[in-house]
């Protein structure tokens, strides 16, 4: 038979089969033009056609008449054959390189996932409180006697005694997250989201600031282990952190280190004065 | 596990469950890959990069959808854009049409495979990822026109001037069957 090379194994495309009805139709149950021999040639290599054998013989009648189409049959069923001879080569598979990378790229994707969540659940509002000491604690006292403050640039976190190193350090880990980390992955929304916490628990602050025992930032760190000098050393350090990022970044946070620069001026004034 | 459990696990947080979805479609989507782009290298980029964008996404993905499809299709368009990417890169390698063919006719049939993946590199992109679709991964019309984002009637154009130009390029190279 001329078309046994479209002799295929049977595909699971079993609802696009097309009808006989339907191929004859396509085929006006009159005499194949060349057109309808390429169509008929598509459709057999779609497989699954039910009209096999009827559309074979319609093929076959106009091909032993037709030189141009027969040699666009044989050239159909090289390809048809090409194909079912490749597809026997079996697939190819990737190196095994490929599933320890993709595991470890999505390994990585939640390490990050999971660090925005504990940023965004624990150390942010934990960082906001810290900040708001570094707000509201001098604008608090300024009219009141304030401590000495050394006059060197920055004052080491080793310079501090005791409990207010170990203070110092554990308010510099929490606003160093949210000024550096947490402005590194999420950049100027979260930051000026948490400039508008801030501001308005600094609000509620001032408003609770008649009631002592109500006080939000009480609660949250107790105030009593903040001294001028830790501010300084907490600001300095932080100032000296933020200095490679962008100026968006700066700014967002800039509120952070603007009590302990104002301080330095003022004491840079007397000074000089 | 079928693939509608094994998403089922994927959502749920497994941490095997990434594993299982790669080691089962990874030959699939690589296959894919590698026809696309030719290259070996850049077919495994783009498969780890088809894995890690699914996971990602896999939250918003229909479970009453077919696994595979999607992943074909999330597949095809990161092929396409290495595709644009590789052509803004400037690159010493010379595309097939550039290369002149100084082979002689063909007289080995094993390498028939060959054959077929240097005709199918002369077509053009989109005859070759619709040719792939469906005589490779054996995708029907209705679903190819879901992965590729075209009708039905475009998906079969396509694939019968993929047909037509490989056969004649078959016969060009003397391929006789």
Redesign the interface.
């Known amino acids: 038979m001329i078309l046994s090379g479209f002799s295929f194994a049977s595909s699971n495309r079993s609802h696009q089969k097309t009808s006989l009805l339907g191929c004859l139709r396509a085929f006006g149950f009159a005499v194949m033009v060349c057109q309808d021999v390429e169509d008929g040639l598509n459709l057999l290599l779609d497989g699954d056609v039910i009209a096999f054998a009827q559309l074979e013989s319609e093929i076959e009648a106009h091909v032993a008449e037709c030189s141009p189409c027969r040699e666009r049959m044989r050239r159909y069923q090289t390809l048809r054959q090409v194909i079912n001879l490749s597809s026997k080569v079996g697939r190819p598979n990737p190196s095994s390189s490929v599933l320890a990378s993709t595991l470890f790229q999505l390994e990585q994707d939640r390490g990050r996932s999971r660090r925005v969540a504990f940023l965004s659940r624990t150390l942010v509002p934990l960082s906001v409180a810290a900040s708001l000491f570094l707000i509201a604690w001098p604008a608090r006292d300024r009219n009141a006697p304030r401590n000495e403050v050394p006059t060197q640039d920055v004052i080491e976190a080793s310079s501090l005694a005791g409990t207010e190193r170990v203070d110092s350090d554990n308010i510099f880990s929490l606003a160093h997250a949210v000024t550096l980390d947490f402005a590194v992955e999420k950049s100027t929304t979260v930051a000026r989201a948490s400039r508008d916490w801030i501001e308005r628990a600094i609000q509620r602050e001032e408003e609770s600031i008649q009631d002592e025992t109500g006080s939000l930032l009480a609660f949250q760190i107790p105030r009593t282990i903040l001294s001028d000098q830790l501010l300084q050393s907490v600001g300095e350090r932080l100032n000296d952190q933020m200095t490679p990022f962008s100026g968006t970044a700066r700014q967002a946070f800039g509120f952070l280190i603007v009590p302990v620069q104002e301080d330095r001026n003022r004491n840079d004034h007397a000074n000089g004065s | 596990m079928d693939d509608r459990a094994l998403i089922e696990t994927l959502r749920s947080g497994d941490p095997q469950a990434?594993?299982l979805l790669?080691?089962r479609f990874?030959?699939?989507v690589?296959?894919l890959c590698?026809r696309m782009l030719g290259h070996r290298h850049d077919?495994?980029d783009v498969?780890?990069e088809t894995?890690?964008r699914a996971?990602?996404g896999i939250s918003r993905f229909d479970l009453d959808r077919p696994v595979r499809p999607w992943l074909l299709g999330i597949a095809a368009n990161r092929c396409r854009t290495a595709m644009v990417l590789r052509a803004r890169r400037p690159s010493l390698t010379e595309s097939p049409e550039d290369r002149p063919d100084h082979r002689p006719p063909l007289h080995d049939?094993d390498d028939?495979?060959g054959?077929?993946e240097r005709a199918l590199n002369l077509l053009r992109p989109e005859y070759r990822l619709v040719f792939v679709l469906f005589?490779?991964q054996?995708l029907?019309?209705?679903e190819i026109a879901q992965v590729i984002e075209r009708p039905i009637g475009t998906v079969k154009t396509w694939?019968?001037r993929a047909?037509?130009e490989?056969?004649?390029h078959?016969?060009r190279r003397g391929?006789?069957?």
């Open positions: 990434p594993r790669i080691e990874q030959g699939v690589f296959g590698l077919a495994e498969t780890q894995f890690v996971i990602r049939p028939l495979a054959e077929l005589h490779e054996n029907a019309y209705e694939l019968h047909r037509s490989l056969a004649d078959l016969s391929v006789h069957c």
